[in-house]
């Protein structure tokens, strides 16, 4: 664009330095035609300025039509360039609008990791706190034994009668009861149990293990003379909420004192 201009200039300034070369050369002429009084060179004279002024209006009709060619090479460019201009606007446009959607989608991207990771948070705190809980639960260990400190026999009574170890030594995940004498299974797994008796002579010595209301195993004891003691234990499979107890049988009985001979104790050993 900017030659375009630049060539105008040249023309216009070309054909301004030939008019002034033509009016120089005119006057040069008739001053000397003057000089020398030669009539052939008055009429000379006379004539070259019409050939001057021809010659002159010719040049100037030729830098015209250099210059309106220039003119219209110009119009031209310019005319691109308004098209040009016009295609990067729109180019310019379109990437404003990327740009927006891309900071749109940008920002919709950061909400939505953020919600994920809030979630992620509250699952993962959920879990651990599951996991605690369920830790918890698998720790189950139970030890006590019949007497409080006190010693006797409990019973003999006329039916079964159930057994409430006082005195505990463990009882971690309180699955034990020890106002109830009852095992109570926190959740479904294998556990194990032993169970321990002691008595005195002349009376059967008799303790029974049963879940949920019905027999499972026992112990027994007798002798006429001194003292006699027993022991056993079993594994069994629970549910979650099954209960286990020992009941001294009907018309037996059983002794303990602050030596904790008669006990009772019990394991989860794993969940299932």
């Given at each position: 664009m900017s030659a375009v201009y630049l060539l105008l200039l040249l023309l216009v300034l070309g054909c301004s330095l030939l008019e002034g070369?033509?009016?120089?050369?005119n006057s040069i002429t008739l001053r000397g035609s003057e000089d020398?009084?030669?009539?052939?060179?008055e009429i000379q004279a006379a004539e070259n300025p019409t050939t001057e002024a021809t010659t002159t209006t010719s040049t100037q009709q030729s830098c015209q039509q250099d210059i309106h060619s220039v003119l219209r090479e110009m119009s031209a460019v310019l005319a691109e360039l308004k098209v040009e201009q016009r295609h990067t606007t729109t180019a310019v446009n379109n990437?404003?609008?990327?740009l927006r959607a891309s900071e749109s989608q940008v920002e919709e991207l950061k909400k939505k990791s953020e919600e994920e990771?809030?979630?992620?948070?509250?699952s993962f705190s959920s879990e651990v706190e599951n996991l605690k809980k369920e830790n918890e639960?698998?720790?189950?260990?139970?030890?006590?034994?019949?007497?409080?400190?006190?010693?006797g026999h409990t019973g003999p009574y006329s039916a079964d009668f159930t057994l409430i170890y006082k005195h505990v030594f463990i009882n971690i995940g309180k699955a034990y009861n020890p106002a109830t004498g009852i095992f109570t299974a926190p959740v479904r797994g294998v556990y194990q149990f032993r169970f321990s008796i002691?008595?005195?002579?002349?009376r059967h010595v008799t303790v029974v293990f049963h879940k949920n209301g019905h027999h499972i195993a026992g112990t027994h004891a007798f002798q006429s003379?001194?003292?006699?003691?027993?022991?056993?234990?079993?594994?069994?499979?629970?549910?979650?909420?099954?209960?286990v107890c020992l009941k001294v049988r009907a018309n037996a009985w059983?002794?303990?004192?602050?030596?904790?001979?008669?006990?009772?104790?019990?394991?989860?050993?794993?969940s299932v």
């Open positions: 070369q033509s009016v120089r050369v020398r009084g030669d009539r052939e060179n990437l404003e609008s990327r990771l809030k979630n992620l948070k509250i639960v698998r720790k189950v260990v139970f030890s006590a034994s019949l007497s409080g400190g006190e010693s002691h008595g005195g002579a002349g003379g001194g003292s006699v003691s027993s022991s056993n234990g079993v594994s069994l499979l629970l549910e979650a909420g099954d209960v059983v002794f303990d004192d602050w030596f904790h001979h008669t006990t009772f104790s019990g394991q989860m050993l794993f």
